[in-house]
């Protein structure tokens, strides 16, 4: 199949580009080069803010495009001026409106759509992400769009996936701070799965909406599965919700933060998504240790100046435990 993957350079993009060329497509990468694409592919450099930045692949006729942007004018002008059979795009579950309710189908509330073309930062992600939908969904190709959860495995740039097993594989004492909420809901899906049945997906010419994410597990079944995977032999150490505030701490993503869990009730079901759907559209994903044991490799080569954008560093982990020793 001749596949155009919109972006293709960057994680998951990448990813499913290296799994259409080894599964024998024939496949071009769009984006602006801040990085190479996959060896096997046809690169193409242009800019989709331009209003023709898509004019060197729009004489072709495609048997698919894959894209992941967040901008609702990027995914208008896709829509415009390709021409193809079926088009996937990769959404979130933020484009649902409340999250207090674990595992919500693909059925739920959603917010209202962004208006305008940009996205000015991420406030009103998910209003973006509803505007690209619906954009897609209008396109008169075949369509599909995947509202993924957390994507996590090797190349989480973002560190959420990979701090547990990275924290508990670099202690700075024998316990390792964690929040008192063991019960709370987490989800993931590895990248690579996520990319492999995106692919599956195009073969198929598989049309429809579909929640995309891995098992509701309790946090903390999986701070035990990453001190396992961690092997230093450090426990967790819970901290009360309101001392991890009152020491600066945050929740999900950001400096001080601690991941894949949210202190607000309101958000308690944020991770998790009813993805029955997807299953059933062959969705296969593989145990959570191996993603987490992949993140934790990606963590210890992570080149220096490339820090993750969750966690703690030595300093608030040690500080945190003085504070509550």
């Not at 990085?35 to 048997?63: M, Q």
């Not at 024998?174 to 899906?189: I, K, L, R, S, Y």
Request: glycine share 10%; aromatic share 6%; net charge negative.
């Amino acid at each position: 199949m001749k596949i155009l993957v919109l972006g293709g350079t960057a994680w998951l993009g990448r990813t499913v580009a290296r799994e259409a060329l080894r599964r024998g497509h024939d496949v071009t990468c769009l984006a602006r080069g801040s990085a190479p694409a996959p060896d096997g592919a046809t690169f193409v450099r242009a800019d989709r803010d331009e209003d023709d930045g898509l004019a060197p692949v729009s004489g072709a006729d495609w048997d698919a495009v894959v894209d992941v942007s967040r901008q609702p004018g990027q995914v208008r002008r896709a829509v415009r001026d390709l021409r193809t059979a079926h088009y996937v795009f990769v959404s979130t579950g933020n484009v649902y409106a409340a999250f207090d309710a674990l595992e919500q189908d693909e059925d739920s509330p959603q917010r209202a759509p962004l208006d305008g073309d940009v996205m000015e930062d991420m406030e009103t992600y998910g209003e973006a992400k509803v505007a690209c939908e619906t954009a897609v969904l209008g396109s008169g190709a075949t369509a599909t769009v995947i509202r993924s959860g957390l994507i996590g495995g090797p190349g989480d740039w973002s560190g959420r996936t990979g701090y547990w097993p990275w924290r508990f594989a670099h202690p700075v004492a024998d316990e390792v701070v964690v929040p008192d909420d063991p019960d709370f809901p987490t989800a993931m899906v590895d990248v690579r799965d996520l990319a492999a049945w995106v692919v599956t997906l195009v073969e198929d010419r598989t049309g429809g909406v579909f929640n995309a994410t891995g098992a509701t597990t309790r946090l903390g079944d999986v701070l035990a599965l990453a001190a396992e995977v961690g092997g230093s032999g450090a426990t967790p150490r819970p901290v009360p919700l309101d001392r991890l505030t009152e020491l600066g701490i945050d929740n999900w993503m950001g400096p001080a933060s601690l991941p894949l869990w949210i202190s607000d009730p309101e958000w308690r079901g944020f991770a998790t998504l009813d993805t029955t759907r997807a299953r059933e559209a062959g969705l296969v994903l593989r145990p959570l240790r191996e993603t987490l044991t992949d993140a934790l490799a990606f963590e210890e080569s992570r080149p220096e100046g490339d820090e993750r954008r969750a966690g703690l560093t030595d300093v608030d982990e040690r500080r945190v435990l003085d504070a509550t020793g």
